[in-house]
């Protein structure tokens, strides 16, 4: 893909969703819609629910049930995200893999059709499957929608070739290939998750999310982060 995306997939981890007031961050959730409600793309958005809970860091839980309750997390945070994005004049659809009566089911088609009218989609809920990180089902959302790109906010700048916060001297890498990625075993993005953008070939940015503007000059076609693609 090159130049700007016209249809992106954006993963929002749930830790970006906590702030100053705790997991439910006012400050965090109005600075984040704040960079993509002014957005004219089609955009989707996977939400995580880190700020909640994470399953492989709950000890006191088994994975399957602490995953079980991330799962519902993902779909808290959609709903309050959906709150905020209409309060700032955005349509939004929330599909979730996980049924509630306030969401509607994952349907690509329909999600597809309402991006082109010009909502936002907020699918929650992950792939409905215990053991499944939400960075997979942000590449199968963004396959299943044909999305150009698939961008991840992280708290790290992008893709360094040493972990940052244990060595000085690590080095952003700005470009690098799939095959370099699953080879090196980076750790910024699921394992998974890569393997299924480089089998469909949907490039994928790692960004800081706290950049100022980042989401902007990502729509704009400028590279703010790592870019992870074919070669």
């Known amino acids: 893909m090159r130049g700007s ?9 749930g830790e970006a969703l906590r702030g100053p007031e705790g997991a439910f961050s006012p400050t965090a959730f109005k600075r984040i819609v704040g960079e993509i409600a002014p957005l ?3 955009i989707a958005i996977v939400v995580g629910g880190g700020n909640v809970i994470r399953g492989a860091q709950s000890p006191s839980l088994k994975r399957v049930q ?12 959609a709903l309050a995200m959906k709150s905020y994005l209409e309060a700032a004049g955005r349509s939004v659809l929330v599909q979730s893999a996980v049924h509630t009566e306030l969401t ?4 690509p088609q329909k999600a597809g059709d309402a991006l082109k ?10 792939t409905g499957s215990p053991l499944v990180t939400t960075d997979t089902a942000a590449a199968i959302r963004g396959v299943a929608i044909a999305a150009d790109l698939l961008v991840k906010g992280s708290n790290v700048a992008g893709v360094y070739d040493k972990d940052p916060s244990e060595h000085a001297d690590a ?7 799939y ?46 982060g790592t870019r992870i693609h074919s070669g």
Request: glycine share 8%; proline share 5%.
């Open 5 to 13: 995306p016209g249809r992106c997939l954006v993963k929002l981890s």
């Open 40 to 42: 004219s793309l089609e």
């Open 66 to 77: 602490a995953d079980t309750l991330g799962m519902m997390a993902t779909v808290l945070n």
């Open 104 to 107: 509607q089911p994952i349907d």
């Open 117 to 126: 009218q010009g909502s936002i989609v907020l699918f929650a809920g992950g």
């Open 171 to 177: 080095a952003l890498l700005p470009d690098i290939t």
């Open 179 to 224: 095959d370099e990625y699953l080879t090196h075993r980076y750790g910024v993005m699921d394992q998974v998750a890569v393997e299924i953008c480089r089998e469909h070939d949907l490039p994928i940015e790692v960004f800081d999310l706290a950049r100022p503007d980042a989401l902007a000059d990502i729509a704009s076609g400028r590279r703010v």
